[in-house]
T-cell receptor, first 113, second 111 residues
Framework: DGGITQSPKYLFRKEGQNVTLSCEQN?????MYWYRQDPGQGLRLIYY???????QKGDIAEGYSVSREKKESFPLTVTSAQKNPTAFYLC????????????FGPGTRLTVL | AQRVTQPEKLLSVFKGAPVELKCNYS??????LFWYVQYSRQRLQLLLR??SRESIKGFTADLNKGETSFHLKKPFAQEEDSAMYYC?????????????FGKGTLLTVNP
């Protein structure tokens, strides 16, 4: 089964804990993205990476961190500094170029208890 | 800064009626516009993009640079069109691959 995968599907975290969300793709895409989806807010870009070992902040990067050590992997860490982390997180990947389609994973729902 | 506005959070039509989902954008560069769709319990996926000039599932969208709009239209709505629709914008020619999404419109097609 090819494409883009995210794990886990559901994640629960206690306040004050960091947690890492996994995103893997086997599409050989150069670019990868993390979005946060909240009801009534649409999708907001957290971080994106256009190439291995490089990434840029999106619109709401505060309280999050990423790494891009391998082309196929782009994990997102939600730190304790993120004030309102409960949300649905979507990962995507694409070929380079602003006109290219982004392919989305199934998402991870994070709940902070 | 790039911005996408979808003025309707909810849109409800009857089967067979025409449907238009509105999208307006603000961007000083050369925009590329997209419509993404999320059906119930499915992944977010591309519906269509301006550069392809294609019709997908009976939907079309025309880029109007004068009005800075990219409205999505279908002449006869079907129940299976019920979904959340997002308009999105990126820079077509530069090295910026960021997609900016609107807040989405939930379309319900009633029988």
């Amino acid at each position: 089964d090819g494409g883009i995968t995210q794990s886990p599907k559901y994640l629960f975290r206690k306040e004050g804990q960091n947690v890492t969300l996994s995103c893997e793709q086997n599409l050989n895409h150069d670019a990868m993205y993390w979005y946060r989806q909240d009801p009534g807010q649409g999708l907001r870009l957290i971080y994106y990476s256009q190439i291995v070992n490089d990434f840029q902040k999106g619109d709401i990067a505060e309280g999050y961190s990423v790494s891009r050590e391998k082309k196929e992997s782009f994990p997102l860490t939600v730190t304790s500094a993120q004030k309102n982390p409960t949300a649905f997180y979507l990962c995507a990947s694409s070929w380079r170029g602003g006109y290219n389609e982004q392919f989305f994973g199934p998402g991870t729902r994070l709940t902070v208890l | 800064a790039q911005r996408v506005t979808q003025p309707e959070k909810l849109l409800s039509v009857f089967k067979g009626a025409p449907v238009e989902l509105k999208c307006n954008y603000s961007y000083s560069g050369s925009p590329e516009l997209f419509w993404y769709v999320q059906y119930s319990r499915q992944r977010l996926q591309l519906l269509l993009r301006h550069i392809s000039r294609e019709s997908i599932k009976g939907f079309t969208a025309d880029l109007n640079k004068g009005e800075t709009s990219f409205h999505l239209k279908k002449p006869f709505a079907q129940e299976e069109d019920s979904a959340m629709y997002y308009c999105a914008l990126s820079d077509s020619g530069g090295s910026n691959y960021k997609l900016t999404f609107g807040k989405g419109t939930l379309l319900t097609v009633n029988p």
